[in-house]
């Protein structure tokens, strides 16, 4: 947002007309530690995507195959690599 | 149950008024809890849901915290809703007040004016009204149950103009409307339909195609403006408002303005009343008159948003006003009409001197004496040339 | 039952870039159940984390028709929403089939929005409550709620010379709700997606009132590490200090049992709130805790069927 809008421009009532817009905010400079998949080992569970509190495990759903990170929006939580059952995930510090 | 097609004309106190016109208005939600003296419109809606005259869903909720919160929602759902309350109950409802209207809804509420706790008192004061008067609302006052039926109708239109979108609150007083019974007018049904006309939904929450958030969080970058435009929402409507008051004044022979002057053309001394104590007031106003005495009165029915320029044109010429206020300020400068018509008449040269009286609390009978007595004060004080006692009370033991 | 990668096929109705901590249960929680919705979702939501983090204006993290009005009212407000819906369907003004859920923390469910949820419960209103329990005030700074456990340090029920933290056990919720004789009652986990998944599945589905009470933990108010919250909260489930069950009807299930029960001490080892508790001199309030937990368990089990 450069420019806050004024009044005038304001939609009535506080009301926000554009659903999702949340994804526009980046939220991955809060990470401290970044994840890594190791495709090698993924067996495309999606527990990583189930569990992500921040949707920001990347999938394929077509292809049913996981397919990363969003790191716009990864806080670095690390809740993906606690609950990958092959440890394909690896939490590495940002540098 | 009778079904009335035609206009007709009944006896009915002004509770029945109010579910009568909420019956022919046929809200899509109504969400409301019983409370004295407000009951009594709110048990007649229910018959009229329970025979199948309004095709509203009717939300018996638990509290008046959830009826004003869920009336919340139905509104944002893109339908028009309505409810009811009083005293304790408009108090419970505080904090959605300010919420409705932020929310720029179009809600219309009936509330039977009562005195707020403690002590516990059944009876009509504006005590809940007033309190409530800085929370964003449109607030219509009503002199006796036709006036109750039709600012409901009214306020429906009002509030759903797209260039207000605010919610309106019609009052009338406790037991002194809403319990006596009067004759009342009714409009035929198709009449009301036609009059209110069908809800024009806005950003509603049932637009799946345009998915809308709804009372966001609001800091120190936004919070501001949203205010500002608010504010600006709440003082464009006054011209809404007498549209509307003129439009059904041709459909039924009963014009409605902001204010309503009373024998005030040539008076140099005015009271100023709001609610069914301008009944009283115009007998005292007619006594006076007919002893030669150049008084009238000036009847507030729009008290939000205040209609200054016509207070001001109103009360300008005059020597002398007397405000009666039934609601206390505790701590303040006067009640709330009186501090509200004395800062608008502040810019006025020469302006009129002005002095405020106490009255009506917790339903305590008001007399046309009463209001003869406030008048031979404001002569007096004019006589004088200054005002020597800002407040005081009328009909109190002291 | 959709599989995972089913449920990754339906739209991200809680979009990323919305600000609760990292590693916070409660967005778990809300993308699993909303992902169990076949079909379009209004929702309402309580104050608290969930809905200041989502919506800091001008940004809305929801996908969907989302509302928020108060703190105790979010039962009230969808009750109003599902109301005007009934209403527009009667008159033909609408013809989509719609779910509707509202959220609330503990805070805003065990507390402030008890008595909106038992009137909306009561009136039968077409729609699900969930209660995302993350056991105390989170949004205001971690304050004891009705639903903290025993022994919690919380900001208002500080650890000091005197008083051992929280001095007494939770309410329980699930009960009080099942109470209203509602047809679906749940009790789940943000840490097992296909319990929540399932439960919210019945649960829209349900022609009627329904609740879940998701235990989703705060990394910040019960003192762990982000990364360990799927740990800590499924340690609470084997544990059996928050069974996983169901109410269906007035029928009891239990939809998970512990193939071990692990005593009460693991759950309580791994948040720093509960680190006084270990200290020796204390040793009778993690007694205490267990029997209160046993005693529940077996109750519960009774109800089930699985004593």
Redesign the interface.
């Known amino acids: 947002m450069s420019r806050l809008k004024t009044w005038k421009e304001l939609t009535p009532g506080g009301i926000i007309c554009e659903a999702g817009n949340a994804r526009t905010y980046k939220t991955g400079d809060w990470r401290t530690e970044r994840p890594q998949v190791d495709k090698a080992k993924c067996i495309n569970c999606f527990f990583c995507w189930a569990y992500c509190p921040d949707g920001s495990v990347r999938v394929d759903a077509d292809k049913g195959t996981m397919e990363g990170f969003d790191y716009d929006h990864c806080k670095g939580c690390g809740i993906c690599a606690s609950v990958c059952p092959k440890q394909a995930i690896t939490m590495v510090p940002e540098r | 149950m009778k079904v009335m097609q035609e206009r007709v004309s009944m006896g009915l106190n002004g509770n029945a008024a109010a579910a009568h016109a909420m019956r022919q208005i046929n809200p899509h939600v109504v969400a409301a809890y019983p409370i004295t003296p407000q009951t009594d419109c709110v048990e007649r809606f229910a018959e009229f849901v329970s025979e199948g005259l309004v095709d509203t869903e009717f939300v018996t909720v638990e509290s008046e915290h959830s009826a004003l919160s869920a009336c919340i929602g139905a509104a944002a759902s893109g339908g028009r809703v309505m409810t009811a309350t009083s005293s304790q109950g408009l108090a419970l409802m505080w904090e959605m007040l300010y919420i409705a209207a932020s929310m720029r809804l179009p809600i219309v509420m009936m509330v039977v004016n009562r005195a707020l706790s403690g002590n516990i008192n059944i009876h009509c004061d504006h005590s809940d009204t007033m309190g409530a008067r800085d929370a964003g609302w449109i607030q219509l006052f009503s002199e006796n149950a036709q006036e109750v039926y039709d600012n409901m109708i009214q306020a429906v239109r009002i509030a759903e103009d797209m260039r207000v979108r605010l919610p309106v609150m019609v009052t009338q007083d406790g037991f002194i409307i809403s319990h006596a019974v009067e004759r009342v007018e009714l409009l035929g049904d198709e009449e009301v339909k036609t009059f209110v006309g069908p809800y024009k939904a806005l950003y509603s929450l049932l637009d799946l195609q345009h998915p809308v958030t709804y009372g966001p969080l609001d800091l120190f970058d936004y919070y501001f403006e949203h205010k500002r435009s608010q504010i600006e929402a709440i003082d464009n409507c006054l011209p809404v408002i007498e549209e509307v008051g003129k439009e059904f004044g041709k459909l039924s022979g009963r014009f409605y303005g902001l204010l309503e002057e009373y024998r005030l053309a040539d008076a140099e001394y005015a009271v100023v009343v709001l609610g069914s104590t301008c009944g009283t007031a115009k007998e005292a106003v007619d006594r006076l008159r007919d002893r030669g005495k150049k008084v009238g009165l000036l009847k507030i029915r729009c008290f939000r948003p205040f209609p200054k320029e016509q207070i001001i044109r109103a009360l300008a010429p005059l020597k002398g006003v007397a405000v009666l206020d039934r609601s206390v300020t505790f701590g303040g400068f006067g009640g709330p009409v009186f501090t509200e018509i004395r800062s608008a008449l502040y810019d006025v040269s020469p302006r009129p001197l002005i002095i405020d009286f106490y009255y009506g609390l917790g339903g305590r009978d008001i007399y046309v004496e009463d209001i003869e007595k406030a008048f031979a004060r404001i002569e007096d004080v004019v006589r004088v040339g200054w005002v020597d006692k800002h407040i005081d009370y009328l009909g109190l033991r002291e | 039952m959709p599989t995972?990668?089913e449920?990754?096929?339906r739209p991200?109705r809680?979009?990323?870039?919305?600000?609760?901590?990292?590693?916070?249960?409660?967005?778990?929680a809300v993308?699993?159940i909303l992902a169990a919705a076949d079909k379009?979702v209004?929702a309402?939501n309580a104050t608290g984390c969930l809905?200041?983090s989502?919506?800091?204006?001008?940004?809305?993290?929801?996908?969907?028709?989302?509302?928020?009005?108060?703190f105790?009212?979010a039962?009230?407000?969808?009750?109003?929403?599902?109301?005007?819906?009934?209403?527009?369907r009667?008159?033909g003004?609408?013809d989509?089939e719609?779910y509707f859920v509202a959220f609330g923390g503990d805070g805003g469910t065990y507390d402030i929005g008890l008595?909106?949820l038992?009137?909306?419960l009561?009136?039968g209103h077409r729609f699900l409550y969930v209660c995302y329990n993350n056991e105390a005030y989170m949004n205001t700074g971690i304050q004891r709620s009705s639903a903290t456990p025993l022994g919690a340090w919380t900001t208002t029920s500080p650890v000091g010379r005197v008083l051992p933290g929280k001095t007494q056990w939770r309410k329980n919720l699930t009960e009080i709700v099942a109470a209203h004789g509602i047809p679906y009652v749940a009790q789940s986990v943000?840490?097992n997606?296909r319990d929540l998944v399932n439960k919210a599945e019945k649960a829209f589905h349900t022609d009627g009132p329904s609740f879940i009470n998701v235990l989703a933990s705060c990394n910040r108010g019960w003192r762990h590490?982000?990364?360990?919250?799927?740990?800590v909260m499924q340690l609470a489930v084997e544990c059996c200090i928050w069974p996983l069950y169901e109410v269906e009807n007035g029928v009891y299930r239990l939809t998970y049992k512990p193939k071990e029960k692990k005593p009460v001490e693991e759950w309580l080892r791994v948040q720093g709130r509960f680190r006084h508790l270990l200290a020796p001199e204390n040793r009778h309030l993690v007694e205490a805790f267990q029997r209160y937990v046993d005693e529940e368990w077996e109750k519960l089990l009774k109800r089930c069927g699985e004593a």
């Not at chain 3, 989502?54 to 108060?70: D, E, G, L, Q, V």
């Not at chain 3, 039962?75 to 527009?88: H, L, N, P, W």
């Not at chain 3, 590490?225 to 740990?231: N, Q, R, V, Y």
């Open positions: 995972l990668k449920l990754a096929k991200e809680l979009t990323p870039g919305h600000r609760l901590c990292a590693g916070c249960g409660a967005p778990i993308r699993l379009p209004v309402a809905e200041v989502t919506t800091i204006f001008p940004y809305t993290a929801w996908n969907i028709p989302w509302i928020h009005s108060a105790e009212n039962a009230a407000t969808i009750a109003g929403v599902e109301s005007m819906y009934r209403a527009k009667r008159r003004e609408i989509e719609i008595q909106a038992s009137g909306a009561e009136r943000a840490s997606w590490e982000p990364s360990e919250t799927l740990k």
